[in-house]
């Protein structure tokens, strides 16, 4: 996450950059040598827990930041899994959590980055198709070719 701060806002001399002014996670983003330079100081507020990433008191949102942790820890420990265990369960549970990884990843880039009422609902259009192709297309390749795990092995085989 990054702050942004006008130029101008910030006064003209005797700033310095403070890293960490106390153990919370609000820092200074500049600071005033003296007091009598500028008797403001600009802060960022860094979010890193669910309560405040989630918004007013929403427990979908909070489950949600929760649900994409769990499935980062699972892709983890699916990677020795698959390389050491694969076999269609690995395949198809492979094929699912990087679908759904995936999905809610670029769920974020258009949240952030697209707007306008038609157009995002035209890039959640585009991007429930595409993560369903890449589902579809990931189970065809495990039911109809080797699968993910003994692809990735056959690749880093030659």
Same mark, same amino acid.
């Given at each position: 996450?990054?702050?942004?701060?006008?130029?101008?806002?910030?006064?003209?001399?005797?700033?310095?950059?403070?890293?960490?002014? $106390?153990?919370?996670?609000?820092?200074?983003? *500049?600071?005033?040598?003296?007091?009598?330079?500028?008797?403001? $100081?600009?802060?960022?507020?860094?979010?890193?827990?669910?309560?405040?990433?989630?918004?007013?008191?929403?427990? @979908?949102? @909070?489950?949600?930041?929760?649900?994409?942790?769990?499935?980062?820890?699972? &892709?983890?420990?699916?990677?020795?899994? *698959?390389?050491?265990?694969?076999?269609?369960?690995? /395949?198809?549970?492979?094929?699912?959590?990087?679908?759904?990884?995936?999905?809610?990843?670029?769920?974020?880039?258009?949240?952030?980055?697209? %707007?306008?009422?038609?157009?995002?609902?035209? @890039?959640?259009?585009?991007?429930?198709?595409?993560?369903?192709?890449?589902?579809?297309?990931?189970?065809?390749?495990?039911? %109809? /070719?080797?699968?993910?795990?003994?692809?990735?092995?056959? &690749?880093?085989?030659?």
């Amino acid at each position: 996450m990054a702050a942004l701060v006008r130029i101008s806002s910030l006064c003209h001399r005797g700033i310095s950059p403070v890293l960490f002014r $106390s153990s919370t996670l609000i820092r200074p983003v *500049a600071t005033q040598k003296h007091e009598r330079d500028c008797p403001y $100081s600009i802060s960022a507020r860094i979010h890193a827990t669910p309560s405040y990433h989630a918004g007013s008191g929403s427990k @979908a949102a @909070a489950m949600h930041w929760t649900g994409e942790r769990i499935l980062s820890i699972a &892709l983890l420990g699916l990677a020795p899994v *698959a390389y050491f265990f694969p076999g269609p369960v690995v /395949d198809y549970s492979l094929a699912a959590a990087l679908t759904l990884h995936g999905h809610w990843g670029f769920g974020q880039v258009v949240t952030d980055y697209v %707007h306008g009422d038609s157009r995002i609902k035209m @890039a959640n259009a585009g991007l429930f198709i595409l993560s369903t192709v890449t589902f579809a297309g990931l189970c065809y390749f495990n039911y %109809h /070719d080797v699968g993910i795990c003994k692809a990735v092995a056959l &690749l880093w085989s030659k």
